[in-house]
């Protein structure tokens, strides 16, 4: 099994969603940007408003909505601090 990503994506006032992923694509005011395990460490701030997509093991993916904030990528993992974040529904993908 290949190395695994800890991800939060947490909102103000909440945890969205936390687990392992095999990848995680951030769009940030420097463009876009895809983490894997191993990913050197990064402060970003994120663009107004963006998605987040995480990519699970077996192919799927979950898609945020997110609203300001910054993407946090240290020793531990990628953590998503958003003002918000939703599930992004089909039509904004």
């Known amino acids: 099994m290949a190395n695994q990503l800890p ?3 947490v909102a103000v006032e909440e945890r969205i969603w936390s687990g392992e992923a095999e990848m995680l694509v951030a ?3 420097e463009g ?3 983490v894997l395990p191993g990913h050197a460490p990064l ?3 994120l663009k ?3 998605q987040v997509r995480v990519k699970l093991a077996g192919g799927e993916q979950l898609t ?3 609203s300001g904030g910054f993407l946090s990528i240290d020793a531990d993992g990628v953590t998503v ?3 918000s974040a939703v599930p992004a529904t089909p039509e904004s993908r």
Do not use: N
Request: hydrophobic share 40%; net charge negative.
């Open 48 to 50: 107004e408003p963006s």
């Open 64 to 66: 945020y909505d997110v």
């Open 7 to 9: 991800v939060k994506v």
């Open 32 to 34: 876009e940007i895809g």
């Open 27 to 29: 769009r940030t005011t």
């Open 81 to 83: 601090l958003a003002e």
């Open 43 to 45: 402060l970003g701030l």
